[in-house]
């Protein structure tokens, strides 16, 4: 078994960049939902003219789903992505954009259809872009998210846990003329099976512990890595949301 100094200086060299967690397969066990993102994107596709997928990472996801429709565009909003997506989604013909949230790139009703995966959602801005009619499928990492870990190094939450939930997302989609076609949430037990991988997490979801690094953390993190050590495993729980939702804006009823 390696030691925790060898554990740690591995995660700390894997690279971070982009939306790729292959480095620590077979390190951490479960942590996936009951439905498949990629498959219900996919199924929407077909009837797909002009696409955007919002916080495209690496823009692995997005390259995953190909063949896209000829109107396709990415977005990224951390910088250093921006660079690796470009050069994933090239031979696809995707332009990679820079762009927030809150302040997409483009004209109001410039997509057909919305993807989101785990990115930041700004629901009026979303909407905003959106053609009538037009979907925006979302999975979102909940408030609730990893609290374990949170916990286990003595780091107060990055957020209210009830801050960001199906039902606060519900509301706000309602509010913007977005009807929610389905919507479903999970709480899901994700297993770390060494404490490389939990530096590697911490690392590449940089928001669950804002302030992380392995030095700053060295003694909660080693009293973490005996306990995987003893018990084989830390458990923690992915909060996870998804919701298909349709754009209907209010229509002016003219009186008689």
């Known amino acids: 078994m390696l030691s925790y100094n060898d554990l740690v200086d591995q995660a700390v060299r894997a690279s971070a960049l982009g939306w790729d967690f292959s480095w620590s397969r077979g ?39 190909s063949p896209l429709p000829r ?42 259809l919305v993807l989101n995966r785990h990115g930041a959602l700004d629901a009026a801005e979303a909407a905003r872009v959106l053609t009538e009619g037009g979907r925006l499928l979302t999975q979102q990492v909940g408030s609730r998210n990893d609290l374990e870990l949170n916990l286990a ?31 479903r949430e999970e709480m899901i037990d994700c297993a770390f099976q060494d404490i490389g991988a939990v530096v590697f997490h911490l690392r590449a979801v940089s928001w669950q512990v804002p302030d992380f690094d392995h030095d700053r953390y060295e003694k909660p993190l080693r009293a973490l890595h005996e306990r995987i050590r003893s018990e084989g495993a830390f458990t923690v729980r992915h909060h996870r949301f998804l919701i298909e939702a349709e754009l209907r804006r209010a229509r002016t009823v003219i009186g008689r």
Not at 35 to 63: F, H, K, N, Q
Not at 164 to 177: Q, S
Request: glycine content about 8%; some cysteine; overall charge negative.
């Open 27 to 65: 390190r951490t066990i479960g942590g996936e939902p009951s439905w498949s993102y990629t498959e219900r994107a996919s199924a929407l596709l077909p009837t797909t003219r002009r696409l955007l997928d919002m916080d495209t990472g690496g823009g692995e996801i997005l390259a995953f789903l």
């Open 71 to 112: 109107r396709t565009v990415a977005m990224e909003g951390w910088q250093p992505n921006v660079a690796v997506a470009a050069e994933r989604l090239r031979p696809m013909n995707v332009p990679v954009l820079a762009g927030t949230a809150d302040r997409i790139p483009a004209r109001e009703g410039a997509f057909d």
């Open 153 to 183: 190094l003595g780091a107060p939450p990055s957020t209210d846990p009830k801050s960001w939930t199906l039902a606060v997302a519900e509301e706000r989609f309602r509010e913007c003329g977005l009807h929610v076609l389905d919507a």
